[in-house]
Nanobody, 122 residues
Framework: QVQLVESGGGVVQAGGSLRLSCVVSGRTHGDFAMGWFRQAPGLEREFVAAVGRSSRTYYADSVKGRFTISRVSVNNTLYLDMNTLKPEDTAVYYC????????????????WGQGTQVTVSS
């Protein structure tokens, strides 16, 4: 059974940085394309970033230039480095995996982590 477990969330001041991690267990990391999504209170879950099997990356406009997604096959881990954080980045961040191809679409993902809270104070 494949499991995704996120970590690294927390409270940070605006302008600060955080690194989120997502460990994939139960199957080879490279079988999936991986993504990060987030959901703020009262809002729909939205796409943040994704990395395909070829390591091509995709970003939401709101995080482009501030966030970096990466994957390390050796330890089956997906990362999201978040810099210059803003209060509007406050959300629960979810790691997700897909064998599909529409990497920016939530409905393409069929494996999800439990989420990790990121809070950015002003």
């Amino acid at each position: 059974q494949v499991q995704l477990v996120e970590s690294g969330g927390g409270v940070v001041q605006a302008g600060g940085s955080l690194r989120l991690s997502c460990v994939v267990s139960g199957r080879t990391h490279g079988d999936f394309a991986m993504g990060w999504f987030r959901q703020a209170p009262g809002l729909e879950r939205e796409f943040v970033a994704a990395v395909g099997r070829s390591s091509r990356t995709y970003y939401a406009d709101s995080v482009k230039g501030r966030f970096t997604i990466s994957r390390v096959s050796v330890n089956n881990t997906l990362y999201l480095d978040m810099n210059t954080l803003k209060p509007e980045d406050t959300a629960v961040y979810y790691c997700a995996a897909t064998t599909g191809w529409g990497l920016t679409r939530e409905e393409e993902y069929n494996l999800w982590g439990q989420g990790t809270q990121v809070t950015v104070s002003s």
